[in-house]
């Protein structure tokens, strides 16, 4: 017998369907392997994908999609009253169904109140009773990557999949406009942000260092890439390096973010959104990771390395370390420029 979903809703039925992707940059990267085997399941419906603003361009000419809606709950009308105003946009686009990647109950509620008939999500957070096709939870800290559990959640309602590819798409325009601002010659980004938190950020010093390092073995430039809330930490390591940077931080939309990162040559980075963007544009990646698990969170890049030091707290998922912050001031330069040599020499 066909799963619920696939019985209310056959492939050759649905006409438009609303996909609630998660909040986080690295969480909707991780979740386009989903989408795109949402867009397989039901090849004639309108996929629209409802994200926040900033997530939101991760979508833009996404072949998976075919529109974006921004739900942006720090608008002129934040809140309960905000959620039912955008929900009673949602009612007019008529959606016959919502697959909700998002695990919040405002996930749930916001189909709910857009009189969205079929709603597919994880039964997290106190929505089972919203889900008219609800799966159990997967406990994602026990080993399960990411990519796996949005996969996961699809696989029980009928729709399976096991091509794991991440997909970003970037338009002409947009190369056009990474390859002018950066200019000729290979280039190295190392991005040392975290917006999660404080605990998730290797030493800027030392990404100072290796970044010198890199360049002064390969010929490669650097360029330091990351969002508004990492300009001191950019500032810090343009100050710290003798080698000439393209400091980038804070001065990018996500979207020449993600051209910035497609042209590099590989990315230095800590656990975080454009680690994710960089794998879904193949980029080689050396990534630091400390207080947040490897094995559920890791690039899904061909050609990565991940570089940790294994400490008795770690991995603790907290966003401030309360004691020493030694799963990540263990994490020596030499380390990962180990890392980043065996990188390099794999990509040659």
Request: some cysteine.
């Amino acid at each position: 017998m066909k799963p619920a979903l696939l019985r209310h809703c056959p492939p050759q039925g649905l006409t438009r369907i609303m996909v609630r992707v998660p909040n986080w940059i690295g969480d909707a990267v991780m979740a386009t392997p989903a989408l795109a085997a949402i867009r397989r399941a039901f090849p004639r419906a309108q996929v629209t994908v409802v994200a926040n603003p900033l997530v939101a361009e991760l979508f833009v000419a996404h072949p998976d999609c075919d529109r974006v809606i921004r739900f942006d709950k720090r608008s002129s009308h934040p809140g309960v009253g905000g959620l039912w105003q955008f929900c009673r946009s949602l009612r007019r686009e008529r959606f016959e169904l919502a697959v909700l990647l998002q695990n919040a109950f405002e996930a749930a509620a916001m189909a709910v109140l857009a009189g969205i008939p079929r709603r597919a999500g994880y039964r997290t957070d106190g929505r089972g009773l919203l889900l008219t096709e609800g799966v159990p939870a997967v406990d994602r800290k026990h080993g399960l990557h990411h990519v796996d559990y949005y996969l996961a959640m699809l696989r029980a309602l009928g729709i399976d999949s096991d091509d794991r590819r991440l997909r970003l798409h970037l338009t002409p325009a947009e190369e056009q406009w990474a390859a002018a601002t950066l200019g000729a010659g290979e280039w190295l980004a190392v991005n040392p942000g975290a917006s999660y938190g404080a605990a998730k950020r290797w030493l800027p010093e030392r990404f100072a260092a290796v970044g010198d390092a890199l360049a002064s073995e390969y010929g490669v430039k650097i360029v330091l890439t990351g969002g508004p809330g990492e300009v001191e930490i950019g500032a810090d390591i343009a100050c710290a390096m003798h080698t000439p940077v393209h400091n980038l931080i804070g001065g990018t939309s996500v979207r020449q973010l993600m051209a910035v990162l497609a042209r590099c040559r590989m990315v230095v980075t800590n656990d975080s959104g454009p680690m994710h963007i960089a794998a879904a544009f193949g980029v080689p990646i050396v990534a630091v990771f400390g207080p947040t698990d490897h094995t559920t969170t890791s690039p899904l890049a061909e050609n990565c390395r991940i570089v940790r030091s294994p400490v008795d707290c770690a991995p603790c998922l907290l966003r401030e370390c309360p004691t020493d912050h030694r799963c990540m001031t263990r994490v020596t330069a030499e380390d990962v420029l180990a890392a980043a040599r065996e990188v390099l020499g794999a990509g040659r």
